[in-house]
């Protein structure tokens, strides 16, 4: 039996991948190799090497060790690299470290590492998962990190605050209630050139976007977050012009509807379309209409949130 650890796997096969895409996002966006040595903490020619290795190689490596070319690794390197560019460098750090953590514990690159280690590691080999067992502290810290981008960005997020105003929320892995999701009691606000936090996150913090999100988990096990924005047109067009994949969760409920039948509208669009980033429920009597923005996580969605809100402003 190999004793090989799944943060070697991660270190040897994982990283390289992002590390080579987020150095090519970086020169593409105006960077010397020196400094993206720098903040990589590599040599320059490491980076040469790294932007030597076309996107299609890379995007094909990483479907070899199991991951979606299109969802994790991608999204993960958009978010690296705009905080890089917005100068939060920790930030950065913090987010792609705990990223590969969750990915991890979650045991979704178990069956890659299994083909690559000989002596192949046992059957039911599930030692990664205690990686997200003390994940408590690790989730209110995301959603803080997540509510500091928004708070940066107070004019943005004025235009996309509903009239029952804005949440954010994040879930365990496997979370099975809303005491499981952490979320922002008293909701966020922004107004007179501020963003307005309720309170500290804490678990069972929103049961709305709690259940919701545990929900939408069970179609797509990659979301666990989520963030509830206003609906008008204005958000309608910055969703399509940003390519942000949307559907409508309707017509309008023609009478007062539960908690349950939004959830529902909402989970059976995403089950028609898993992809889905973003689901419209129309509101309808005495309900008004809100943008459910979905994510890997609340930074994942709070950057979400700043692209959309920065487009409409």
Known sequence: MSISTGLEFAAENVLPIIRSLIAKRLLESGYSQLKVARILGVTQPAVNRYVSRNYEELLSKAESLGIDRGGWVLEVV???????????????????????????????????????????????????????????????????????????????????????????????????????????????????????????????????????????????SRYRSVASIKYDSKVEDALRELGIRYAKAGPPHESPPSEDDVINAVVNSLTKDPALEAVIDLGGYALEPVTYVFGLDAVDVALKVVRIASRIT
């Open 78 to 220: 958009k978010n690296v690299v705009e905080l890089i560019l917005s100068d939060k460098e920790y930030e950065a750090l913090e987010y792609l470290t705990n990223a590969v953590l969750m990915e991890l514990g979650s045991l979704r690159l178990c069956d890659a590492h299994k083909r690559l280690v000989p002596p192949s590691l046992p059957i039911n080999c599930n030692v990664c998962s205690v990686l997200i067992t003390g994940i408590s502290d690790s989730i209110i810290r995301n959603v803080e990190r997540a509510l500091l981008i928004l708070e940066s960005h107070p004019p943005e997020i004025q235009a996309v605050i509903p009239r029952v105003l804005m949440n954010i929320v994040e879930a365990k892995p496997g979370a099975v209630t809303e005491d499981d999701v952490v979320g922002v009691p008293g909701r966020i606000d922004a107004h007179d050139g501020r963003v307005i936090i309720g309170s500290r996150p804490t678990y069972g913090g929103s049961k709305h976007l709690g259940r919701l999100i545990i929900k939408c988990m069970n179609v797509n």
